[in-house]
């Protein structure tokens, strides 16, 4: 427990080196009040617009302005409240003390609450990044085992060599790749879209359904590195652990090679891959953006991508801040685990 208390300690240490770094980043870049009104606006409209972003304030304020949006603790005016459509708990008169959903403040172009855009899209890229991790995760230990138990033989060459493959190939070459090769080349065959999203709205009755046939490229795409890495990582693992003298007993016990392997082996060789497993998945969730730009799949790398081409920079912003907090919450799950496989950790 006090590891892990310890550890959330850290993290919110580092996910506050975020917050500035963002800030110093892209608070004021560029001319905001132009990318709102375009061309067309008038001075006074201007000088509003940069009132209500605080870029009238000096840097200093309009960092602890940004920090008390972005916090969950924060103090806010009835009006801010009100205008911000802040939802939360305030005690307090005029100005109230809060705890809130962050506030990610709006879009330059769509003027949508960012934290409200980057939820419709979170779904998306969860679904993509678990059905890639899931590829990733059985394949490469599967394959792991075998190369393993099989070392010496074409099974243990021929996974290594796939793998220092599947480690070598950016994600974007890979889904230009494979978008071209079987959303084209073979879409006879397979029936798999070049482009397409988890959902596809009807026509007639304008109704969203479900088309994970469209999930298929991508999660295969995003899914090949760290499956390659799984694999290399379990076959390493595997043959340490089984050169351990307590391998040797229970084959001396007369417990079956599957049992050995799968109950004794494996699980003790666990530890590495699982550090793999979570840090990637860490990874998918938040650095998808090429191969969810390339499938025209819609989750929070898309958003992204399509927000830095338009300098929509409050979705910028709010992306790389929940990118950070999912990084910091798989960290400290992956502690959990730890615990949970070998519980020589929780000591």
């Known amino acids: 427990m006090r590891h892990l208390l310890k550890k959330s300690f850290y993290s919110l240490l580092v996910l506050l080196g975020v917050v500035v770094l963002v800030f110093i980043m892209f608070q004021g870049l560029g001319d905001p009040e132009r990318l709102i009104l375009g061309q067309t606006g008038d001075k006074k409209t201007m000088d509003n617009i940069r009132k209500d972003l605080y870029l009238d304030q ?96 074409w099974l243990d060459t021929s996974a290594v060599f796939a793998s220092i493959a599947g480690i070598s190939a950016p994600s974007f070459f890979m889904a230009i790749v494979i978008a071209y090769l079987f959303g084209v ?81 494996l699980r003790n060789a666990l530890n590495p891959v699982i550090t793999a497993i979570t840090g990637w998945f860490a990874e998918l969730l938040a650095g998808a953006f090429f191969v969810e730009y390339i499938f025209g799949w819609r989750g929070i790398g898309k958003i992204t991508v399509d927000a830095l081409e338009k300098l929509d920079y409050p979705v910028v912003m709010g992306s790389v801040l929940i990118s950070a907090c999912i990084f910091i919450f798989i960290n400290i799950l992956a502690d959990i685990l730890y615990g949970v496989v070998d519980p020589r950790v929780r000591n």
């Not at 972005?70 to 009006?79: A, G, L, M, Q, Y």
């Not at 809060?98 to 939820?119: A, C, D």
């Not at 390493?236 to 392997?261: C, E, F, H, P």
């Open 58 to 153: 000096p840097k200093w304020k309009q960092f602890v302005l940004y920090l008390n949006d972005v916090s969950p603790i924060c103090f806010h005016t009835k009006e801010d409240i009100a205008k911000k459509e802040l939802k939360g708990i305030f005690i307090g008169d005029n100005t109230k003390v809060g705890l809130k959903i962050p506030y990610l403040r709006k879009s330059y172009q769509t003027k949508k609450n960012v934290g409200t855009v980057l939820v419709e899209a979170l779904p998306g890229t969860l679904l993509l990044a678990t059905a890639a991790m899931l590829f990733a995760s059985f394949i490469g230990i599967l394959l792991g085992v075998l190369a393993a138990v099989k070392k010496g033989t």
């Open 185 to 265: 080349i073979l879409h006879p065959y397979t029936g798999l879209n070049l482009t397409g999203s988890w959902f596809d709205i009807d026509e007639v009755t304008g109704e969203k359904y479900l088309t994970l046939k469209n999930l298929i490229l991508p999660a295969f795409t995003l899914g090949i590195r760290p499956l390659a890495i799984i694999t290399q990582l379990t076959r390493s693992a595997m043959l340490d652990v089984m050169n351990q003298d307590y391998i040797r007993t229970a084959y001396a016990k007369g417990l079956s090679k599957q049992a050995v392997i799968f109950k004794h082996a």
